[in-house]
């Protein structure tokens, strides 16, 4: 008798691994993108409806991240907000935010 007859293989194991975020899923297409993200533009928060300066936009290995500032009198001491850019064929957008100047950059 073979060994390998003997040994029963899973067909299809299912594990679900989550951690205490709901997923979120971005559809970059139908978001408003620009160009490229760059210093000097305004994106608004989509969850309470403030506005942000992007005030440093770098890349970090493979990825881009834009540091926003709220676009108010106290900026300078106000904390910067970090968010992962997101590119797509349309071009650039920020998760969680909407582009609020216009005109295409």
Same mark, same amino acid.
């Given at each position: 008798m073979d060994v390998l007859s003997t /040994? %029963?293989?899973p067909t299809c194991m %299912? =594990? +679900?691994l989550t951690t205490g975020f709901a997923a979120v899923t971005?559809? /970059?297409e139908n978001a408003m993108a620009v160009k490229s993200i760059q210093l000097g533009q305004v994106w608004r928060k989509d969850e309470n409806g403030q506005d942000y300066l992007v005030t440093k936009v770098y890349n970090e290995v493979?990825? +881009?991240y834009a540091l926003l500032r709220p676009a108010e009198v106290n900026a300078p001491?106000?904390?910067t907000v970090k968010v992962?850019? =997101?590119k797509s064929t349309a071009g650039a957008a920020l998760p969680g935010f909407t582009f609020t100047q216009e005109g295409s950059f």
């Open positions: /040994v %029963h293989l %299912h =594990a +679900q971005l559809n /970059v493979f990825t +881009q001491d106000a904390p992962k850019v =997101a």
